[in-house]
């Protein structure tokens, strides 16, 4: 919560700028949880220093902005992307392969699951555009859907949560939780139609 109260101080001094520019920073690999950050945003607004529903638009606009800089910067110069210091520091080698594994098994639909993978979204979002393996707007549409999920939940817990942190913090746990939860369910809902179109790939190639 410590983290919390330092986002809540700085976003109430400077506003809806601040919440964008540090959404901005999350996208890019910040040590800076997004959760938090948007939790932080919709604190300030239950508090009286501005309207929850900008707020949220704020963090979609932020969350989009960030993750389609991220794409676009891996989309435009490819494999030489890696080379950089900062990006290595994000994309490892050894976290290269994982997502490389990852989109094997996922395919296209890792764009979605990505948002609520926080240590992985960067990386996933890089190897996607440096490779190639999806379109932007493929790629804006399947990550936008996740943050209209996503997004609401920290910002409207942040806003009715402004003035109970104790109750705010449960959520928070909560929240963590649940949306862990809801990635491991989509991830399942995935795997079982992947698993039933090979099967009925199967079939059609053995009744020819």
């Known amino acids: 919560m410590e983290l919390l109260e330092r986002l809540v101080t700085l976003f109430a001094e400077n506003g809806y ?7 901005l920073l999350c996208g890019a690999g910040a040590p800076l949880p997004e959760d938090i950050t948007l939790v932080a945003g919709g604190v300030i607004t239950g508090l009286g220093y501005g309207n929850v529903h900008i707020m949220f ?13 991220m794409f676009l910067l891996g989309h435009h110069y490819g494999a030489r992307i890696r080379q950089w210091r900062l990006v290595a520091r994000v994309l490892t080698p050894e976290r290269y392969a994982k997502v490389q594994e990852k989109f094997e098994r996922y395919g296209n639909r890792l764009m ?14 890089i190897t996607a555009g440096s490779t190639h393996r999806v379109s932007f707007l493929r790629f804006f549409l399947l990550d936008g859907s996740a943050a209209l999920i996503s997004v609401p939940i920290w910002v409207y817990l942040g806003y009715f949560g402004a003035n109970n942190h104790e109750w705010l913090a449960m959520w928070i746990r909560r929240g963590q939780n649940g949306l862990w939860l809801f990635g491991g369910v989509v991830v399942l ?20």
């Not at 638009?57 to 800089?69: H, I, N, T």
Request: positive net charge; charged residues 15%.
């Open 112 to 125: 979605f699951i990505a948002r609520f993978l926080p240590g992985m979204r960067t990386a996933v979002f």
């Open 17 to 23: 700028l601040a919440v964008f520019i540090a959404l």
């Open 57 to 69: 638009g704020v963090g979609m606009a932020g969350v989009l902005v960030g993750d389609a800089g």
């Open 189 to 208: 809902i995935v795997l079982l139609l992947w698993w039933r179109h090979r099967r009925r790939v199967a079939c059609e190639s053995g009744t020819r």
